[in-house]
Every structure is written in C-alpha cells, then in structure tokens.
C-alpha cells in the first residue's frame, strides 16, 4: 500500500552539524507509530525536520507525504497539506490573543471553513474534552502558560485542525496523572474523528498502553537503529537502550 | 511627506507636539515640523468657542490651535448638562478625504457623564491634511471616555490636538487608536486640576509603510490624589517612524498623587525608526512616577511556530495586527468609529480576514453608520444652539 508519509535516505542537520543519518522510515495512513531513543538521540530533530524548520537543512535524501515531494517545501505548505508537529516545547506569542490565533489557522484551510458561531462552539466542545477553562482564549498564545497548559494548547490545535498525520513530540511528558488522561482522551479523539496518522515521540511508555501500535522506531545518535511491532516498547521499558546503543555505534563506526 | 501643488497655499507650524520639558535632546525627538494648507475662509460665518475654552492647555500646542481656528470651516461646542447621564456619543467626524479641519469644545457639567468620539476616516489616495482639535472641561465629579481613532491613508496627514480640564473628583478614560496615515501628529493634554482626579490614557498604534507617527501626551497632576495610568501599546513594521513623548507632570502641592507610564511596542522591520522619550516631572515630596518601556521584536522562533501552523511569513506578522484591531473594534464601538476602524483592517489586512475579525468577535457594522453620525451632529448642533 502507498504511504502517507515516506522518508528515504534522509541526512539532515544543522549549518554546523549533521544531526540525522541517512533515515528511513515509513507511516501509512491511519496508522499509529511509535519513535523511542535516549535524551540527544535526534528525535524532536527529526520530528522538525519532517515540519520543515528552517533551522535545519537538509543534506541528503527526500521527504514525501500524501504523494507529494516536500523535501523543499515551507513549513505552511507542510501544514496546509496535513502534517501537524506537536512542540515539545511550545512556543510563547505575546501580543497575539490565543483565541484569534485559532480562528486564523482554522480558516486558513477550506475543508474546515467555518461560520463564527460553529467555530465558537467547535472550540467550546474540545475546551470542555480537554478539561480547559474558555478563560485560556482570551490570554495571549501561550505567554505565562504552565508546561501541563501549554501541551493542551497543542492538543487543542489537533483536534481542531484534525491533520492526517500528527508527530506529537513529548505531548505526555511534564503532565500530572489527570492531564495526563485527559490528553490520552484527546489522542483517541483525533484517531477515533479524523482516523490519523499518530508518529509518537515519547519517554513514558503507559500513554502507549491505550493505543493500538502499529510500529516501534528506535533512533540513536541520529540514526535509526531498529524497527519491530509494539513488542518492542515493552523490550526497551525492561532493558533500556543499551543493546541498541551498541548497534548504533557499530553502524557509526561501519560508515567510517 | 505629501507635496502640494504650487497654487495651493501652504504654512509650516514650526515645532509643534512639544513636551513641557525638552530634556533629551539628543534623542532629536521634541518636536515635529509640519506643512499645513493655509486656506481662507471664503464668506463663511465662523462662530469661535466660548472663551473658557482658551485656558485648556492641549497637546500640541498654541500654533496649532491657532492654525485649526483659522482653517476650520465651523466649530461644534456641545455643553452637557449637570447630573446628564445618558447624552448621546459626541461625535467629532473628521473626513480627511475632504481634508477636514474640525474645532470642538465640550463642556461636562458637573456631575455629568459624557463620551467623545473623534474619528479621522478616509480611504483616498489623493494628498490631503485633516485635523481635529479637541478641548474639553471636565468639571467636578463629571466622567469622560473619550474615544479616538485615526484610520485613513498614507497619503493623509493628520493633525489632533486634545485638551482636557478636569476639575475634583473627575475621571477621565481616553483610548486612542491611531491605525494609519501617512503622517500622524497627535498631542494629549490632560490637566488633573482638582483633588482625586483620575485619568486612563491608553494609546494602541501601528505603523507602517513609510508612515510617522508623533505623539506628545502630557498629564498634569496640580491636585491631592490624582491617579494616572498611560499606556501605549503599538506595533511598528517596514520603514516606521515613531516619536513617543511622554510627561507625567507632578506639580507642587498635588501630594498623594501617583503617575504611572508604559509603552510596550513589537518592531518588526529593518527600517524601523523608534524613539521614545518618557519624562517624570517632580516638584513634590509626596509623590510616585514611574515609567517602564518594552521593546520586543518578533522572533524568528515565533514566527517559526506560527508558520508550523499553517501561516505564511506574511500572514504571521498581520496576526500581531490582527490582534491590535481586534481591540480596536471591540473598544471603539460607535458605529461611525467601528466603520472607520473596519475599513482601515480591509485596506491593511484584506478584505476577507477583515470581514473574518468581525465575525469572530461576533460583530456586525451598522448599516446605517453614515447616517447615525449625522443624528449625532445634528444632536451636537441642537445642543450647541441651546447653550449659546
Ligand atoms: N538547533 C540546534 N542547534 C544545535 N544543536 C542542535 C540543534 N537542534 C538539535 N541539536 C542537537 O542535536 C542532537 C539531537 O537533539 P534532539 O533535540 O533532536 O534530541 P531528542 O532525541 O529529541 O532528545 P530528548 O529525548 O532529550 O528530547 C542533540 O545533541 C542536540 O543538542
Ligand atoms: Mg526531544
């Protein structure tokens, strides 16, 4: 079957530093997989990458999505065409009330064109989902925001824009038990409305157990170092990364 | 700066928008030149303000309210009467397509509460100068919201001066919008005469293009207890120019009283020119001024996150001023200043994402707009001729 997202031979790092080593890594449609690797190993670099940040350049290899090449492509086109990078750190916008911020990124795209009163109570509906306070939509995007309230915003953005593919970069991680339940609602939402795509980027492993996996990466020192089905989380939870680690040193020193 | 053909003739008010104390100089940044058209009044009656109006102190000074004088077609004095709660919206329509030239004087009796709104509109590319000037005595125990918004085209000039005496006990709220034209120049004087004045001066601005804007606000604080709060807020992009002059006066004898200043403005733009000159004046013991300015930028690590989420580059910068006319049409919601302030968010940020702000906040323009001002006016002129 063809892929919604396709990484071939992908070297990516930046101006100073190669960070990302000849990847590859697939996800189709619908399905759900699941990016483990130790602090440093390259994962939230690969997850910006895919989004287009130009803080990287890519040095090598090709990234296609939906049938499309991207590689070139801006981060708004990327977007606009269905990929959604949840930050691990979300970035703080003062002067820019979080309300209208996301009014413009709904109407930016014609399949979800909407009148103002349905948008009002399309968000009203995921505020209530992801137990959120309406008060949160007059502040400005993200300014004074705690790290849990601010994992809700990205949460907030997902299932309003509803993207084929969504990498959520430590979405889980910094989050007390009940916002941690609250946002595992909210990743079975967006699968369960809009049947996407999940490329999880995480440390804690029970947000997984909800969530059918489809495929386990493992990504050390910008490399990926092993792929298997969702027996393979539980593998690392046990033994850590060290075998891997090995590997990945083996396939450094191959390449010299 | 617009030019003006040789058959129309012209004047330059030399210096004007000074503040009380011209300490900085360096900065370059007391005062501004301009060149005004110098017309004469061809058989119109002209019927001045009373003369109580002549001792308000205004923002940007004599020359200017000598040149408005001479240049306004006609000027609307409005007197509202002692206790009056419930008066209609004053509204001072500047037209600076036509280049109008508008004096006003408003007198809040005691007790009374009134609301001002002074609204410079226009969409023409043709060169012109408008200006407004505005005084008003606020007298005892009376409240004030005055409501500014200068919305019109780079190829205007506009000029307003604002003056305000307030008397004991009164309590000014002034919010300003100044939104675009080629040149804005626009002074605020606010007197605190008497004990326990308040005032609230909120100024919101964008530049843009090549534009420069000039601002003087002054507050003067004679009397016991005064509070005051000035804020600016703005954003500047491309080439900008601004001026910022900001005084809080602590006058002998005003003890007990407390001025506080805060500009906060977002530059955007390599050619950007942005000065500000915040001045506390203190000639009493017993007093508190403080004065605090942010200047921030847009960084690229913001405009990244935006753009992830869909924006373009461009469309990323106009969600800072997206957000600065959302406040603009909430707070200026006379209908005559609501229009103004929309049609200058189609001309700047495209008629869709305009229509879009609207929307959004759940707003809909009055199709009469036009029209309500002109029962305004015709209520200001009755007034006028009772109080005369
Ligand atoms: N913009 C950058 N400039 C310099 N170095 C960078 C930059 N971005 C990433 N790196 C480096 O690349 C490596 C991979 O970083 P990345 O953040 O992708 O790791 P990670 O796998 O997400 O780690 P963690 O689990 O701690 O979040 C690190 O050594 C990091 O310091
Ligand atoms: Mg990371």
Redesign the interface.
Same mark, same amino acid.
């Given at each position: 079957m063809s892929q919604l997202l396709n990484i071939s031979g992908l070297s990516a790092g930046t101006e100073e530093k190669p960070i990302l080593h000849d990847m590859n890594l697939s996800v189709g449609a619908g399905e759900t997989h699941v990016l483990m690797g130790p602090n440093g190993a390259g994962k939230s670099t690969l997850g910006h990458v895919i989004?287009?940040? *130009?803080?990287y350049k890519v040095s090598g290899g090709t990234i296609t999505f939906d049938g499309q090449d991207i590689t070139d492509k801006? +981060?708004?086109k990327r977007?606009?065409a269905g990929i959604?990078?949840s930050?691990q750190a *979300?970035?703080?916008? +003062?002067?820019? *009330?979080l309300?209208?911020?996301l009014?413009?990124?709904t109407?930016?795209?014609p399949e979800l064109k909407m009148?103002?009163?349905k948008?009002?109570q399309r968000v009203g509906e995921i505020c209530d989902q992801l137990d959120m306070g309406q008060g949160f939509l007059t502040r400005e995007l993200n300014v004074g925001f705690s790290g849990g309230e601010k994992k809700k915003v990205e949460m907030l953005?997902l299932l309003l824009?509803k993207p084929k593919l969504a990498i959520l970069d430590e979405t889980d991680s910094g989050l007390d038990v009940d916002a941690l339940s609250v946002v595992s609602r909210g990743i079975e939402a967006y699968r369960r409305e809009c049947d996407g795509a999940l490329l999880m980027i995480t440390h804690n492993t029970r947000i997984l157990e909800k969530l059918d996996v489809d495929r386990t990466h493992v990504m050390v020192k910008g490399r990926l170092v092993a792929e298997g089905p969702a027996s393979l989380i539980d593998d690392i939870d046990q033994n850590g990364f060290a075998r891997f680690e090995q590997d990945g040193a083996a396939a450094q020193k191959a390449e010299a | 700066m617009a030019s003006y053909t040789a058959e129309e003739p012209t004047v330059t008010l030399e210096r004007v928008n000074t503040p009380p104390a011209q300490t900085w100089n360096y900065l370059k940044t007391n005062d501004i030149t301009l060149t005004v058209p110098k017309l004469s009044r061809k058989g119109d009656v002209y019927f001045a303000l009373p003369r109580l109006f002549d001792k308000v102190e205004t923002g940007m000074g004599q020359k200017v309210t000598d040149w408005v004088t001479s240049q306004a077609a006609d000027s609307t004095y409005v007197e509202v009467k002692a206790g009056e709660k419930n008066h209609a919206p004053i509204v001072v329509d500047v037209d600076s397509n036509a280049g109008t030239v508008q004096d006003a004087g408003v007198l809040v009796r005691q007790g009374a509460s009134a609301t001002v709104v002074v609204v410079a509109h226009g969409t023409s590319a043709e060169p012109q100068t408008s200006a407004a000037l505005v005084r008003i005595i606020v007298e005892e125990g009376a409240h004030l919201s005055l409501v500014e918004v200068v919305a019109t085209t780079d190829a205007h000039h506009h000029l307003e001066s604002v003056g305000i005496h307030a008397d004991a006990g009164a309590t000014l709220d002034i919010r300003q919008f100044l939104l675009g034209a080629g040149v804005t120049a626009l002074g605020t004087c606010a007197t605190l005469a008497g004990d326990n004045g308040r005032v609230s001066l909120q100024t919101h601005y964008l530049g843009e293009h090549e534009q420069t804007l000039d601002i003087n606000h002054v507050v003067r604080m004679a009397g016991k207890n005064g509070r005051a709060e000035v804020h600016e807020n703005g954003?500047l992009n491309d080439s900008a120019r601004k001026s910022l002059r900001a005084t809080i006066d602590l006058i002998h004898g005003g003890s007990g009283s407390k001025g506080n200043e805060a500009e906060t403005v &977002?530059v955007n733009g390599d050619g950007v020119v942005n000065k500000t000159m915040p001045v506390i004046l203190c000639d009493e013991d017993d007093v508190q001024g403080n004065h605090g300015a942010t200047i921030?930028s847009v960084e690229p690590?913001?405009i #990244?996150?935006?753009? /992830?989420?869909? &924006?373009?580059?461009d469309?990323a910068t106009n &969600?800072?001023v997206?957000?600065l006319f /959302?406040d603009a049409l909430i707070e200026a919601d006379q209908p005559l200043a609501r229009k103004a302030v929309f049609e200058r968010a189609q001309q700047v940020l495209g008629a869709e994402?305009a229509q879009? &702000?609207l #929307?959004?906040l759940?707003l809909e323009l009055a199709a009469d707009a036009g029209e309500k001002d002109a029962d305004a006016q015709a209520t200001a002129t009755a007034t006028k001729e009772s109080a005369d």
């Open positions: 989004m287009g940040d *130009p803080v801006t +981060p708004d977007s606009l959604f990078l930050y *979300p970035v703080e916008v +003062p002067g820019v *009330p309300y209208s911020f009014r413009t990124i109407q930016m795209r009148t103002a009163r948008f009002r953005q824009l | 954003i &977002l921030g690590e913001q #990244d996150y935006l753009m /992830d989420r869909g &924006l373009s580059r469309e &969600l800072f997206r957000a /959302d994402v879009n &702000l #929307d959004t759940g």
